[in-house]
């Protein structure tokens, strides 16, 4: 008896089995941004340079201890954990923001070639945490898309392309959301952050609650200031 690809692509696709995200990238994603942040020029950090990116790695490690290899297990102190690390990298790294714009719109400041690699690790940051941010509220975080069925999901805050493509052509179908059980990992929640913060607007991911579209507009306001304020002082140093 022959089997349809149609039929079967729920029982082949990975993520049926609930496994759970694997840990690995978002370790990686925090320390990168921990790393961003080290690498700051002191003038656009407001605390000791060590301080916070010691917290940050502290936060990590309870969080790695409760899933060390897969993201399966979720409690009340983990998840209060995760989203206090996402909102601390936020902070720190919207401070800086807020100084670095100071630093390139004052005409004392001379080290324009510092601010403006400053300004490209700000922007680094800034997709990182928002991509961090994304994938932890997201129909209740990580654990919650994988081990809870879609039936007790909490509302989603973002509608990708998988969960629409039922009716497409076979081989795209097969991927959707409907035929697949196909959820979102943390790299999907980078690419939209990415394409966020380069079109300063939704692309092909949509945002659905309030929150999601206020994130989405902080990120974009803070991508787009310092986008221009990087080229008009990359002019003005050119000259």
């Not at 630093?103 to 800034?126: I, M, P, R, Y």
């Not at 081989?171 to 380069?198: C, H, I, K």
């Not at 803070?222 to 008009?232: D, E, P, R, Y």
Request: hydrophobic content about 50%.
């Amino acid at each position: 008896m022959t089997t349809s690809r149609g039929t079967d692509a729920r029982f082949r696709h990975p993520r049926y089995a609930r496994r759970g995200e694997p840990r690995l990238p978002a370790v990686l994603a925090v320390l990168v941004a921990v790393l961003l942040y080290l690498a700051l020029p002191q003038r656009l950090l407001i605390a000791p340079r060590y301080l916070l990116p010691a917290l940050e790695v502290l936060l990590l490690v309870p969080l790695i201890a409760v899933n060390p290899r897969r993201l399966t297990r979720q409690t009340r102190a983990s998840r209060t954990l995760s989203l206090a690390l996402v909102l601390i990298i936020a902070a720190s790294n919207l401070v800086a923001l807020g100084i670095l714009i100071h630093e390139l719109v004052s005409a004392q400041v001379k080290d324009g070639h510092s601010l403006l690699t400053a300004a490209l690790q700000v922007w680094l940051t800034n997709v990182i945490v928002f991509g961090l941010a994304y994938w932890e509220l997201d129909r209740g975080g990580p654990v919650s898309r994988t081990q809870t069925s879609r039936e007790d999901l909490p509302l989603a805050d973002f509608r990708f392309s998988q969960d629409e493509n039922d009716d497409a052509v076979q081989e795209v179908a097969d991927g959707s959301s409907g035929r697949s059980d196909w959820v979102p990992t943390l790299v999907d929640y980078l690419y939209v952050s990415v394409t966020n913060s380069t079109a300063f607007s939704p692309t092909d991911t949509m945002p659905l609650s309030t929150r999601a579209k206020l994130m989405m507009s902080v990120q974009s306001v803070a991508a787009l200031l310092t986008s221009l304020l990087v080229i008009a002082r990359a002019v003005s140093i050119l000259h």
